[in-house]
């Protein structure tokens, strides 16, 4: 598998119809759970590797559970193995505070048109 999600149920649900394995996390503590077991190849309590994580390349988080996950998920980013991250906004739209994607880029490059 390619991709694994990481947010909350109903996108889970979606991710799943497009053949995107995924779990949902409802606090902080579910989620730097699952991304622990995803980014360290741990096991879960069965002693099985979690569902649809053998091979993931590229791991989609809400932007609600990247924020839970903070500092994690930036030594994560800065230290450039896989898999590589992608934060999208979630059920209830974007946080506030939170650039798009295009205002990254503009702040980047420096051009505003």
Known sequence: MDYFFIGDSE?????R???IDGKAAVNPEETR???????????????????????CRILILTEEAADWLGDDLTQWQLSGR????VEIPGTLGRLEGRKTLVDSIREAVGIHV
Do not use: H, K
């Not at 069965?46 to 994580?53: I, N």
């Open 11 to 15: 996108l889970v649900t979606a991710f």
């Open 17 to 19: 119809f497009v053949g």
């Open 33 to 55: 759970s699952i991304f622990n077991r995803i980014t360290r190849n741990w096991n879960d309590t069965a002693g099985m590797v979690l569902p649809g994580v053998e091979g």
């Open 82 to 85: 896989y898999p590589l991250v």
